[in-house]
């Protein structure tokens, strides 16, 4: 079936960097989510991005954050400066409309800050 | 805000019995959907079930709206049943913005 990939699987990096995490939609989808879901707790959506902009975010999607995607390529979610409480795991997931559609989630982002 | 309780915590049966989830929420909810997490984390999409009743192979759910709950009832379990069932309720009406139980988790045993 129609398959989100998510690029990396895993990243370390030091608190304050920057990182961004890359997903690769499915092709024909238009809609795009990120959650995050630290380990060992519940889901939690972060943002969802349709035509370009962001419909709708929760509080979790701190000013830190960022969602773009340039000329259809890679949508991504763009954290800086990172802080410890970032770690979690970030799964990406596209659908063909609105959110009542089937979505599919890419393998999730193992993000840890150090 | 939008308080979302799942029951049972989790679940232990033999292959073959059925399992009955059931998720209860605390404001309207225009948009219920049930996820699938499997043991590696992976989540997919099984149903989008805001009134009614709804069937997809062995699933069935049936949301009663103005109850506030909803349940997935997973008949003749299969030990690739096993992994976390998710219900996330979006009650905005307008943009997308669910939040999530904290899931049943299925062990199947064969």
């Known amino acids: 079936g129609p398959k989100v990939l998510q690029i990396p699987s895993h990243q370390i990096i030091d608190m304050g960097q920057m990182v961004t995490l890359n997903c690769d939609p499915v092709?024909?989808?238009?809609?795009f989510y990120w959650y995050k879901q630290i380990l060992g707790q519940q889901m939690e959506f972060l943002v969802n991005?349709?035509?370009?902009?962001?419909?709708?975010k929760s509080k979790l999607f701190k000013d830190q954050f960022s969602v773009e995607r340039p000329d259809g390529s890679y949508f991504t979610l763009k954290i800086q400066p990172t802080a410890l409480e970032d770690s979690a795991v970030y799964f990406c997931?596209?659908?063909?409309?609105?959110?009542?559609?089937?979505?599919?989630f890419g393998p999730g982002t193992r993000l840890t800050v150090l | 805000g939008q308080q979302v309780q799942q029951s049972p915590a989790s679940l232990v049966l033999q292959e073959g019995e059925n399992a009955e989830l059931q998720c209860n929420f605390s404001?309207?909810?225009?948009?219920l959907q049930w996820f699938y997490q499997s043991p590696g984390g992976s989540l997919v999409s099984l149903l989008s079930?805001?009134?009614g009743t709804k069937h997809t192979g062995r699933l069935t759910s049936t949301t009663v709206t103005k109850e506030r709950r909803s349940s997935l009832h997973i008949s003749s379990s299969q030990t690739t049943d096993s992994g976390t069932y998710l219900c996330?309720?979006?009650?905005?009406?307008?943009?997308?913005?669910?939040?999530f139980g904290k899931g049943t988790s299925l062990v199947v045993h064969p």
């Open positions: 991005f349709y035509n370009g902009k962001v419909m709708e």
């Open positions: 996330a309720i979006d009650p905005s009406g307008g943009n997308y913005k669910p939040t």
């Open positions: 092709s024909n989808h238009l809609y």
């Open positions: 404001s309207t909810a225009t948009q």
């Open positions: 079930n805001p009134s």
């Open positions: 997931a596209s659908s063909l409309g609105g959110p009542s559609y089937e979505q599919y």
